[in-house]
């Protein structure tokens, strides 16, 4: 069965302390893992996909990585827009569903 | 595009009454998703369907019952709603084995 796990639960940073929130996961063969951003009180809106070990992918102040066990969402001097739960995913064989880990809430004071 | 619509937007049932929440998508995606969110437990996956006439069940599927006459709708339905599924509802849709897009979500509480 597949498992993803995040880590922390929470994090608080200072407006431009820079950090990194983990996703471990445990799967029969990766096929694809994806990265989510949440907001209280809206849907999970789509980040990131990686797909192979040593993949990068850049989004203003955002940058995922993936190795074979686990995928890194580094936050370079972030902003208090950037507070949210994030979220990453792994499809299964059949590609016709997603296990989520439980989500990192980050908190970013000015 | 719209995207991913979802309606409604609020419920508050009572215990034994039933509803449908609908979902659209003009992305002419294949797969649609229906999840629950609820505090501590992340998203779980209600039902889903691979295309249309297709339903199938996912992590938490009691209680509820879908249907996708057409490819851009994805129906939930409550029968007999029970307290237990207060809950925030979000529905999804995707290419095959590609991201997933997630409407705004359903709030529902059942007294």
């Known amino acids: 069965e597949d498992q993803v796990t995040q ?7 200072q407006e431009g302390e ?3 929130l983990n996703c471990s996961y445990t799967v029969s063969g990766l096929r694809g893992l994806f990265w989510y951003r949440q907001d209280p009180g809206k849907g999970p809106e789509f980040l990131f996909t990686l ?4 993949e990068e992918k850049e989004k203003e102040r955002l940058k995922a990585t993936l190795t ?13 827009e950037d507070s949210a739960t994030y979220l990453c995913a ?21 | ?3 991913v619509t979802q309606t409604p937007k609020f419920r508050v049932l ?14 002419n995606h294949e797969y649609m998703y229906w999840y629950r969110q609820d505090p501590g437990m992340g998203l779980r996956l209600i039902h889903y369907s691979v295309g249309e006439g297709t339903t199938a069940k996912g992590e938490v599927p009691d209680g509820y019952n879908v249907s996708r006459l057409k490819k851009q709708n994805f129906l939930l339905g409550l029968e007999s709603a029970a307290p237990s599924q207060t809950s925030v509802y979000f529905c ?4 095959p084995r590609n991201e997933q897009f997630f409407g705004p979500g359903t709030r529902l509480t059942v007294l």
């Open chain 2, 14 to 27: 009572k215990t034994g009454q039933s509803m449908t929440l609908l979902c659209a998508q003009d992305m």
């Open chain 1, 18 to 20: 820079s950090s990194s």
């Open chain 1, 68 to 80: 074979k066990k686990e995928s890194f969402l580094h936050i370079t001097a972030p902003k208090p």
């Open chain 1, 7 to 13: 880590s922390p639960e929470a994090l608080r940073l």
């Open chain 2, 92 to 95: 999804a849709s995707s290419y």
């Open chain 1, 90 to 110: 792994v499809p299964n064989n059949a590609g016709n569903m997603l296990t989520f880990g439980g989500g990192t809430r980050l908190m970013v004071k000015p």
């Open chain 1, 51 to 54: 797909y192979s070990a040593g």
């Open chain 2, 1 to 3: 595009n719209a995207g």
